[in-house]
């Protein structure tokens, strides 16, 4: 019976060989790792359809996040890369703050300043509408660790206390770290995956800046309460900063129920800090690309080189698209109401 199986599993082997190695071939060269991302382009998401504000009315214009398009690289992605002219890759370092990051890591930390970016939008939006808004709680993070780092602290980590202290920002952190020496252990409390544990991190000094570290960098997450209400959804593959500009420009519509829009298609990106000054990001001409291909008749690129790359690419192409040069919060406003 083994026998028989096996000169038959031989049989087809010797029979079929030609079209066996094809599909390994195959399966090599699209599941083999190459140590980039392949760029194929831009799109956009509605922010209207991700925001929505108790009592708000409907615009009939919209404001859109753009995004960048780009596939894991293969062997086949990457030399297709060769062979579609709007294709583009992009090293795998240009993801990272250095090589011992983690895909989960980056992840985490992509989440992470997707919040504080919504948080942050919320923030402008709510004081420039003259709407109540107010902290209700908000936690430290580690988000990143350095190769330099001594410490068991892991990325993800709340921090609870540092030395039996609580800090409620990085700033008032840093301080405290600057009060102390070179060689010098603090005893940190964290919760990690809902548990309380008390880890270590060893100070040092970097003689380039004559400053003391623990390696760690910490992020402020809000949580903020305010009336009326908003309700934000996102994906959980979806992360980043970049949105945070259009963000608020949707929740801020919603909230003063006029629209902000004047019936146009609008696409943006930039991220937005809580004074309202816009900030550049990754990409931004791909995601003009986006915006043209989705017929958007406004584009808004941060001041800086984003705004200079994206009138250079609107120029190449001929695009008949607006942009418009985003410097904070208040100016976009005045350009949109022009």
Excluded at 202 to 210: C, G, P, R, S, V
Aim: aromatic share 10%; proline share 1%; charged share 30%.
């Amino acid at each position: 019976m083994v026998n028989t199986i096996y000169k038959k599993i031989k049989d087809f082997i010797q029979r079929e060989w030609k079209f066996l190695l094809i599909i390994f071939l195959l399966i090599f060269i699209t599941r083999f790792p190459v140590d980039c991302y392949v760029i194929t382009g831009g799109g956009i998401i509605s922010a209207t359809d991700r925001v929505h504000v108790t009592g708000a009315r409907k615009k009939s214009g919209s404001f859109n996040l753009a995004y960048v398009s780009e596939l894991k690289g293969t062997i086949y992605t990457y030399l297709l890369s060769y062979i579609v002219p709007s294709f583009e890759r992009e090293s795998t370092s240009d993801y990272k703050y250095d090589e011992s990051e983690s895909s989960e890591d980056i992840e985490f930390r992509n989440n992470l300043l997707l919040n504080q970016a919504n948080n942050n939008a919320k923030y402008v939006a709510y004081t420039n509408a003259n709407k109540e808004i107010k902290v209700k709680s908000q936690s430290l993070y580690v988000y990143y660790i350095s190769k330099d780092a001594v410490t068991d602290l892991k990325v993800g980590d709340k921090v609870v206390e540092v030395d039996g202290k609580s800090f409620q920002t990085f700033s008032s952190l840093r301080e405290y770290i600057n009060t102390k020496s070179s060689g010098e252990v603090l005893s940190v409390k964290v919760e990690e995956n809902g548990k309380k544990k008390t880890k270590s991190a060893k100070l040092y000094k970097d003689a380039k800046e004559n400053a003391i570290y623990m390696g760690v960098s910490i992020m402020l997450d809000k949580n903020y309460e305010v009336s009326p209400k908003v309700d934000i959804k996102f994906r959980n593959s979806e992360g980043g900063p970049s949105g945070g500009l259009m963000m608020s420009l949707e929740i801020y519509s919603q909230l003063i129920n006029k629209d902000v829009t004047r019936g146009r298609k609008i696409v943006g990106t930039g991220t937005i800090s809580e004074d309202g000054e816009v900030g550049e990001i990754d990409g931004v001409k791909y995601k003009l690309r986006g915006a043209v291909k989705n017929k958007a008749q406004i584009f808004i690129a941060p001041s800086g080189d984003n705004y200079k790359e994206a009138v250079k690419e609107k120029k190449k192409n001929n695009y008949k698209i607006k942009i418009i040069e985003a410097k904070n919060f208040k100016q976009v406003l005045e350009e949109l109401a022009k």
